[in-house]
């Protein structure tokens, strides 16, 4: 049932369209995970590993849709998206870097939109043809981010709308402003890779972005084991829920 939703049409999981759907997603897979875990039996445990995966995945495109109806988070939901490319083994692999591509592009991260529409495009090729042989992951090496994914048995998009991609790839293509390289941090690693290139030594990812949570850094801590946020965006995401949230009670006395 999960996947199949996760195979959603993108159009349908606009503007927190979807938000509804991948809550209650969200809530059913908490739910198992923490009835799973009190299961002692091996065939449990390795089910739960698989179900916090999932888990994690629905959190991730539950945030993201919240962060879509308020222009202040449109990058955590950008953020969100890229985050989503390391599950792309799981979420259908040509759609996770078309939503990649696309709301990188709609914040201005021109490089990375650049980079993963152009994947996209491969991975819309490789399923006419039946057969990743074809592509080439040498922008993708030394990130977190899965080479052999299962290929979908359709493209995702209409054929209206990969032509658009295609236009717009084609038109960056020739703009020298724009590089095909993906933006690097501290680490001189991909800043949305857990993994930091050449030593594998792995960051836990931030509950609000799945952006890497880096040693030195502003982080909050939270009572559940293993979870933690960066400190700037956790609170940008808490204020700017909390004057949504006042507004509407506001609108809600006014009527």
């Not at 998206?81 to 692999?93: F, M, N, Q, T, Y």
């Not at 152009?118 to 490789?126: C, I, K, P, S, V």
């Not at 690693?189 to 949570?213: D, H, K, M, R």
């Not at 946020?229 to 949230?245: D, G, P, Q």
Request: glycine share 4%; net charge negative.
């Amino acid at each position: 049932i999960a996947v199949d939703l996760y195979n959603l049409p993108s159009k349908e999981d606009r503007d927190g369209r979807s938000y509804y759907t991948w809550a209650s997603l969200r809530d059913m897979f908490q739910e198992l995970v923490e009835n799973i875990s009190k299961d002692t039996s091996p065939d449990s445990q390795n089910a739960e590993g698989d179900f916090k995966l999932l888990l994690l995945i629905s959190h991730y495109l539950a945030t993201r849709s919240a962060c879509q109806t308020q222009k202040a988070l449109q990058e955590m939901a950008a953020k969100l998206s890229v985050s989503l490319l390391r599950h792309s083994d799981v979420i259908p692999a040509d759609k996770a870097f078309y939503e990649a591509g696309v709301h990188s592009r709609e914040v201005g991260w021109s490089n990375m939109a650049f980079v993963f529409l152009n994947r996209y495009l491969d991975l819309y090729e490789a399923i006419e043809e039946g057969s990743l042989d074809m592509l080439d992951n040498s922008d993708f090496l030394d990130t977190d981010i899965p080479f052999e994914v299962p290929l979908p048995e359709s493209p995702h998009l209409s054929l209206q709308d990969h032509e658009e991609v295609k236009e717009w790839v084609l038109a960056v293509s020739m703009d020298q402003k724009v590089e095909q390289q993906l933006p690097l941090d501290e680490r001189n690693t991909f800043e949305a890779s857990l993994a930091a290139a050449g030593t594998g030594t792995l960051s836990p990812p931030c509950i609000i972005t799945g952006y890497p949570v880096l040693q030195g850094g502003n982080v909050i801590e939270f009572a559940k084991e293993g979870c933690l946020a960066n400190k700037e965006e956790w609170n940008k995401f808490v204020t700017v829920s909390y004057t949504h949230l006042r507004a509407h009670e506001t609108r809600g006395n006014l009527v």
